[in-house]
């Protein structure tokens, strides 16, 4: 998929624009993310899959301005960028957790590990690197959080099917984590 980086050009403006009438506090709009996140989390433990949905989705656009907030005011800051992911590997698990009544805590658990997986991969990665490695890879955060999303959509109105959706996406982000710490650990040199 590679999506992330080209969807990334093409909402730029639009977050810009947002970000320009919002006040100026990236941190609060990370941590509104995450409580929306977690509320979604509770509502889809306990079957409530709309509200689930809506507040993950609201959750998911908090995590979106946070950062367009930040660059728009100049409050860009370390702190800001461990706090943003930090709350993004939370949000991660919350996600994978609030699927647990629908998909059963085998394949939660395996959501929820792979997707931490890629994700520290990544940082570690850019770590040794000392470059981006956003685009290297399918699934990355900013795909998978949309299609995690959309599993409580689909249990409101059919939960087999979402079982189904829900587990064939934890194989495809397992399978996804393995090929992202192959490619990683090729472009390594050895030392």
């Known amino acids: ?7 990334r050009r093409l909402t730029s403006g639009l977050l810009e624009g947002v970000a320009s009438r919002l006040p100026p506090h990236p941190n609060a709009y990370t941590l509104t993310g995450l409580v929306l996140v977690a509320l979604a989390a509770l509502a889809g ?3 409530r899959y709309v509200e689930a949905f809506l507040l993950a989705t609201l959750g998911a656009l908090m ?6 907030v930040a660059r728009h005011y100049g409050l860009v800051s370390r702190l800001g960028a461990v706090l943003d992911s930090v709350t993004d590997r939370v949000e991660d698990a919350l996600l994978a957790a ?12 395996v959501l929820a590990v792979s997707s931490l997986i890629y994700s520290y991969v990544r940082a570690r990665g850019e770590a040794e690197l000392c470059r981006k490695l956003e685009g290297l890879g399918l699934l990355e955060r900013g795909e998978r959080t949309p299609l995690l999303i959309l599993s409580y959509l689909l249990a409101a109105v059919d939960v087999q099917a979402a079982r189904v959706y829900i587990t064939v996406l934890a194989v495809l982000v ?8 192959v490619q990683v650990l090729r472009a390594i040199p050895e030392s």
């Open 1 to 7: 998929m590679v999506l992330v980086p080209r969807l």
């Open 45 to 47: 433990i306990h079957g």
């Open 63 to 68: 995590d979106a301005v946070d950062g367009a």
């Open 174 to 181: 397992a399978i996804a984590a393995g090929a992202r710490i």
């Open 98 to 109: 609030g699927l647990w009544r629908v998909a059963g805590a085998p394949v939660v658990y």
